[in-house]
Structures are given as structure tokens and as C-alpha cells.
């Protein structure tokens, strides 16, 4: 068997074609997904990139395996301790393993690994490429790998390739080459000019005043990527940029899919198209960040094209991506680890079952402290280190009608706010009885002084608030932080 995963980093799924976007951002995407299935309700357990990926690779929730951080102490994965072997179990039972355990013979193009100096992900891997870029690199150097890696393995068989792609991520790269395929492609109808003037007044980092995290600085060799937004225009240049970040990757992967065509195996490869978290593209008064545990930020696209699996489904069952694990090793025969807190839809896959979870616990620790529940039409998130957005305790959305988060309903549902706080208690209490160091890492991380992206900048961004006309909010956040 042949399994390609196309990895596409800061993917969000309501920017693709075949979960209803209005412009023609993923055409060759479009068309793996009606030749397989597609997950709709998705989600990273945790956010943004080096934890999605712990917990994915681990099948571990970040609470257990420690990893919930982009910097300090959380940013490591626990060790195992008096339990390690000769060989750590999390490494031994992890994602790629499962396909070496299948006898398949395994390779990753990605440059995650040292990005985050994460090199657990790099286990289970014969072979490794690094472009040498940490992230930074666009899809260009990329491709040629992946194409020539397929054509030197053209005829083995029993293999899965992991091909990571950066483009959508911010700053924007798409060479300049490539043009705006959406310059006369209307704005999505959510976001106006009345929206727009809310959001210039938005206290946070990644704001539409402040796109490069805490201020406008703008970068000759990104010219894609706008410090900020003051009007329409400048909103579709954030807009087009993410989108043309979109597109781009999929001209690159649709050349994947057409070699495999050409080879003649499309058919009978496997492919997972997937993303480790999605975008605030002005949700919550975020713009070109991953830096919530919300809705646009975890809600990530799944699409599975698996021999013999029915072509054009749709599941619309709650799942994490950390589900994978365990669902894999049951397509593919191979025994479950201990450690795993995955739970296996193979059955969905082989015979259009409906199994999913009922309820969602996602975690953000990166840039802000939150943990939300996500169940039936609802989001519910409770936040512990507002990363200086001024956010609300806890905030309540109905994600099926305001899927943009535009509306805070806490006040008139409290019995949904008791119930999605009593997912999160009951969630923590029960991961906790399976935390063998008694340590919560959102501890840790507040403990070490918040979240990495937020901490030892607040001065610096108060100043600018100051400067820039919202002195208001900058009394708020001295008010909340107890600053001079």
C-alpha cells in the first residue's frame, strides 16, 4: 500500500472550495475530496503548530504529553521518566511508527523539526528532508523533493511519503510570479466596512493595527505580508494574501497528485490532506494568527481518499486530529499503544459509520491561555491569560450560526456556559488521573510568565496604544496587569 500526507501548515477549511468557499482556492484539493471523504468537523486538540503536532504524532492531549508552548520549559515534551526502555514508548508507539510497524517504508520533506527543535517528530522516519529554511521556506524548494522522491520510488511499494507545506502561513510567500488569482474575487460578505471600524479599535496582539504580533513593520522580501489594515483595500491585500498562500500550495500538490496519475497508482494510494491548525482571519479581532483556542484557529480540514472507501462522503461526526493514530492502526492491522488518547473512526471509513466523540476539549497556550468546549452548535471558551486581547473570562458562541465568532451570546445562555465549563472540569480532572507528573503545563507556562508570544512585551505595546489612539485600552490592560 502507498500513502502520501499532504501536510499544509495555517489551513483552514472554510478557505477550500469543497467546504463551500466562493473562490477557487483549491481546485486539485477539490478533486482528491470527491474521490474520498471529507471530515467537517475537525479539530486540533491543541494549537497552534508544535503543539497540534505533539499531540498528533503522540496521540497524546498536550496536558499529558507536556508540549502545549512555543517557548520555555512547555515547549518540550515531557519526559517519560522511571517507565522509559531502551526505546521511549511515546517514540515507539507514535504516528509514523504505525506505518513502519505495517512494513512500509517511510519518508518526511518538512522543516518542522527543526523550526521547533521538535525532533520527536522525526521518529519513525527512514528518511528525513530539510530544506534548511525552519518554516520560512516556500513550496518551490518543497516540490522537486517530493516529485523526485516519487519518481525514484516509482516502483516500491508499501511506503508513506509526509509532504509539509508552508505557504499559508504567515508572512505570506507565494513568489511574485504567481500573481492574484482573486484580485477581482469579492471579500467573503462577513467581514465590512462596519466590522472592519470595530476591529481598528481592537486591543491585542495580530490586530488589524498590528498584523507583524505587536506592531506594522512591513519586510522587502515578503511583499505579500502588510504590517496593517486601515481600509477595504488594505483588508484585501491581508485577505488576498492568505487566500493566493492557499492556492499556490495546491498548484504545487495538484502537480503530487498528477504524477501519481501519470504513474498510473493514483487509484490506489492512499491520501490524507490535512492541516495542524486554521486561521484567525478576524475572528475574535485576530488577523494572520493561530493564537486562540477557538473555532477558526483549531477547526482544521481532514480529507481521506482510502482504497476502497466510499468516494465523495461526508462525516459530519466530531473527531480530533489526534484520532488519526489509533484510526490508522486499525486500517492497517497494527496494534494500539497504552498511552494513546485517541479514539479510532476506522468504521467510518470502511463502512460509512457514524462514530465520532460528543463533545471537544481544544487548548491554546502559545499566545493565550484557553481552553474551550466545543459540543452540538455550541463553543464555549474559558480563558486563563488573555495574551493582552482584553478577552472576557469566558466567552459563549453558537458556532452554527456565527461560525465567525462575532457574537458573544454568554449572557443569555448561562446553562451552556455551566456546560461547557463542566466538559472542560470533567476533562482536566480525567486527563489529570493519567498525568503521571501531577503538573498541568498551563501551570507551568503561567508560572514562567504566560504565554511565549505575549510575554515581556506588554510595556512595549502599551506604548504604542498609547501612541496610536487607543488609550483606553491601554488603561484596561495596566488595570488588568497592574502596571504603572
Not at 486601515?230 to 502537480?255: C, E, F, K, N, W
Not at 446553562?415 to 501551570?443: F, T
Request: aromatic share 10%; proline share 5%; glycine share 10%.
Amino acid at each position: 500500500m502507498r500513502i502520501l500526507f499532504v501536510d499544509i501548515d495555517t489551513l483552514r477549511p472554510d478557505h477550500m472550495g469543497c467546504y463551500g468557499y466562493t473562490r477557487n482556492t483549491t481546485p486539485n484539493m477539490d478533486r482528491v475530496s470527491r474521490d474520498g471523504i471529507r471530515f467537517d468537523r475537525y479539530y486540533c486538540s491543541d494549537a497552534p503548530c508544535l503543539p497540534s503536532r505533539a499531540a498528533l504524532v503522540s496521540g497524546m492531549f498536550g496536558i499529558r504529553n507536556g508540549a502545549v508552548g512555543h517557548g520555555g520549559t512547555a515547549a518540550d515534551r515531557r519526559i517519560t521518566g522511571k517507565d522509559r526502555g531502551f526505546v521511549d514508548p511515546v517514540d515507539a508507539n507514535n504516528l509514523h511508527n504505525i506505518f513502519r510497524r505495517a512494513r512500509m517504508y517511510t519518508a518526511s520533506i518538512s522543516t518542522f523539526a527543526e523550526r521547533h527543535s521538535s525532533y520527536w517528530f522525526d521518529a519513525g522516519f527512514n528518511e528525513c528532508y530539510n530544506v534548511g529554511w525552519r518554516g520560512m521556506e516556500s513550496g518551490e524548494a518543497v516540490l522537486p523533493i517530493a516529485l523526485d522522491w516519487l519518481e525514484r520510488n516509482r516502483d516500491r511499494d508499501n511506503w508513506f511519503l509526509h509532504v509539509h507545506f508552508w505557504d499559508p502561513h504567515t508572512p505570506y510567500r507565494a513568489p511574485a510570479e504567481f500573481g492574484n488569482p482573486f484580485e477581482n474575487d469579492p471579500l467573503p460578505d462577513w467581514i465590512d466596512e462596519e466590522t472592519l471600524e470595530l476591529h481598528k479599535k481592537h486591543v491585542g496582539p495580530h490586530s488589524i493595527n498590528e498584523l507583524n504580533m505587536f506592531d506594522d513593520k512591513e519586510y522587502a522580501f515578503f511583499p505579500r505580508m502588510p504590517g496593517s489594515a486601515s481600509d477595504m483595500a488594505g483588508l484585501r491585500r491581508v485577505m488576498d494574501g492568505y487566500d493566493t498562500g492557499i492556492r499556490y500550495t495546491d498548484h504545487l500538490v495538484g502537480q503530487i497528485f498528477d504524477l501519481l496519475r501519470r504513474q498510473g497508482i493514483y487509484d490506489d494510494t492512499a491520501i490524507i490532506i490535512t492541516s495542524d491548525h486554521g486561521e484567525n482571519m478576524g475572528e475574535l479581532g485576530i488577523y494572520s494568527e493561530h493564537g486562540t483556542a477557538d473555532h477558526a484557529t483549531c477547526h482544521i480540514p481532514f480529507i481521506l481518499k482510502w482504497p476502497g472507501a466510499e468516494k465523495g462522503a461526508v462525516d459530519p461526526s466530531l473527531h480530533y486530529s489526534l484520532d488519526l493514530l489509533p484510526t490508522v492502526a486499525d486500517l492497517l492491522g497494527v496494534e494500539h499503544g497504552e498511552n494513546w488518547d485517541g479514539e479510532s473512526y476506522a468504521e467510518a471509513v470502511t463502512h460509512g459509520a457514524k462514530v465520532g466523540r460528543d463533545s471537544l476539549v481544544i487548548s491554546q497556550m502559545a499566545h493565550v491561555c484557553q481552553r474551550s468546549a466545543r459540543f452540538g452548535d455550541w463553543l464555549y471558551i474559558r480563558t486563563y491569560h488573555d495574551g493582552f486581547h482584553l478577552f472576557d473570562e469566558e466567552m459563549l458562541f453558537n458556532i452554527e450560526n456565527d461560525p465567525h465568532e462575532q457574537h458573544d451570546v454568554k449572557a443569555d445562555h448561562p446553562e451552556i456556559c455551566a456546560q461547557g465549563a463542566k466538559i472542560i472540569l470533567e476533562w482536566h480532572d480525567a486527563q489529570m488521573r493519567r498525568n503521571p507528573s501531577g503538573i498541568d503545563p498551563m501551570l507551568t507556562v503561567l508560572a514562567e510568565g504566560g504565554p511565549f508570544h505575549a510575554a515581556g512585551h506588554l510595556e512595549g505595546y502599551l506604548e504604542r496604544l498609547d501612541q496610536t489612539g487607543r488609550k483606553e485600552g491601554a488603561d484596561r490592560l495596566r488595570a488588568k496587569y497592574r502596571c504603572k
